[in-house]
């Protein structure tokens, strides 16, 4: 089964450093949105408070999501994500809005796919990542201290979930899909299950990639793996991309961007945050677009990397200067492309 989307992405992966768009949320914040904001005229009467649920404004204010879109592509990335981190059912059911996660899928990469194309150009085409996050639950570690082997969450709960938001996804536009922010290993194992189930019943395959994060200095996943064993334990998935983000700023990301580039057989991706969370910066990170830039240009000089990008307290701004201090340097060169 061939990719029926982005099929030219592999061959753009070997020319040159492609880059991923920055932070969601921080954007978000910039609106200084309220609770109505969040609730529109359709969720007025919504039992519980609703601010903070991002994605649910792609539902409510789809102009804010769209104009975010636009603001990174203006910016220069390749590929943006839609809004929908935190859109499957296991996610929001927190807000009680569990039953709206397939529509969120859909009309978020609607979103996306729209902005995309106002930008794509012969030479610089732009793409779609279904942005598909770890949810608030894991599956390999106890909610309980006192009780090791407590779950709060199944593998099967996890894979239905993560199988209607792919749907949604899929059915909105999006060219490949980006199973990002892993702590759990186990997570990701039910997403990659349940999106080689939904290739399998549509018939139609995108290009997989995969990013987990390390949360600290031991250099290990919040399930324990370190960055070795991460890669040796999802590569079955024939990912096109694999990599590195949030969590950690760029330098502390390093040595273990280094680890993989040496062992993956795909491209190797790198999104950090804009350094060590600071509560009292505008961004509620450090860096300047100079410092993140200016890291990530060293990564691929030094040919580590095939994309990057920016996680969380990173702008457009960011992103624009991630875009121009990689321009014309040659990436990472893989052994070969799934």
């Not at 290739?199 to 990013?211: A, C, K, N, Q, Y």
């Not at 996943?221 to 983000?245: C, D």
């Amino acid at each position: 089964m061939q990719y029926t989307r982005a099929q030219n992405l592999p061959d753009i992966l070997k020319n040159r450093i492609i880059v991923l768009d920055g932070a969601m949320g921080t954007m978000i914040q910039r609106y200084k949105l309220t609770e109505a904001d969040y609730r529109g005229t359709r969720f007025v009467a919504h039992a519980i408070d609703v601010k903070g649920n991002n994605e649910l404004l792609t539902l409510t204010r789809p102009d804010v999501i769209s104009a975010i879109h636009g603001q990174y592509l203006e910016a220069g990335a390749d590929i943006i994500e839609t809004n929908t981190f935190g859109a499957t059912t296991v996610a929001q059911d927190d807000y009680e809005m569990g039953e709206l996660a397939y529509e969120m899928n859909v009309v978020a990469a609607q979103l996306a796919r729209a902005e995309c194309d106002k930008y794509s150009t012969p030479d610089k085409p732009r793409f779609v990542a279904g942005a598909i996050g770890p949810t608030p639950k894991t599956a390999s570690i106890s909610p309980n201290v006192n009780d090791p082997g407590e779950r709060n969450v199944t593998f099967e709960q996890l894979r239905q979930a993560y199988y209607d938001q792919a749907r949604g996804l899929m059915e909105g536009g999006a060219d490949v899909f980006l199973v990002e922010t892993i702590f759990d290993t186990l997570n990701a194992k039910a997403a990659l299950f349940a999106l080689e189930e939904l290739f399998e019943d549509t018939g139609e395959r995108l290009p997989v990639m995969i990013s987990g994060t390390v949360t600290d200095a031991s250099g290990r996943i919040l399930s324990g793996q370190t960055v070795e064993a991460f890669w040796y334990s999802l590569r079955h998935a024939k990912p096109i991309m694999f990599g590195l983000n949030c969590a950690l700023g760029a330098d502390l990301m390093r040595p273990y961007i280094a680890e993989l580039a040496k062992i993956c057989d795909c491209a190797i991706s790198c999104y950090p945050n804009a350094g060590l969370p600071n509560p009292m910066s505008d961004t509620g990170f450090d860096e300047t677009p100079e410092i993140t830039s200016g890291f990530l240009k060293e990564f691929s000089t030094a040919g580590l990397v095939n994309l990057v990008g920016g996680c969380c307290g990173t702008t457009p701004e960011h992103i624009k200067a991630i875009a121009d201090g990689v321009h014309g340097l040659a990436p990472r060169a893989m052994p070969h492309a799934h």
